[in-house]
C-alpha cells in the first residue's frame, strides 16, 4: 500500500521537479528571460495577423452585403458578387 502510494506522489512531482530543473537551467543561460519571450510573443502574434490578412476575407471582385429585414426576416450581412453592368 505505501508503494502504490509512494508511486503517485512522486508522478505528481515530476512536473514540479522538470520546472525546477528548466527555471536552474534558463536562469544560467539568461537572467531575464523576459524579454526574449515577449519578443517571441509579437513575432507570433504579427505573424498570426499575417497570416489571417492573406488568408481570410471575401474576394476583391465581391461587395458586402449589410444585414437587412427581407419580408419580416433578418437577413445577416454577407458578401456576394458584384453585378456587371
Do not use: C
Not at 528571460?33 to 490578412?53: D, H, K, M, Q
Amino acid at each position: 500500500m505505501i508503494r502504490i502510494i509512494l508511486v503517485r506522489v512522486l508522478v505528481f512531482l515530476v512536473p514540479f521537479a522538470l520546472y525546477e530543473i528548466y527555471r536552474a537551467i534558463a536562469r544560467q543561460a539568461n537572467p531575464r528571460p523576459w524579454l526574449g519571450l515577449f519578443i517571441a510573443g509579437l513575432v507570433l502574434v504579427a505573424g498570426s495577423f499575417v497570416y489571417v490578412g492573406l488568408t481570410e476575407g471575401s474576394a476583391p471582385d465581391e461587395r458586402y452585403v449589410p444585414p437587412h429585414v427581407e419580408n419580416g426576416k433578418l437577413v445577416p450581412g454577407h458578401t456576394e458578387p458584384k453585378k456587371t453592368p
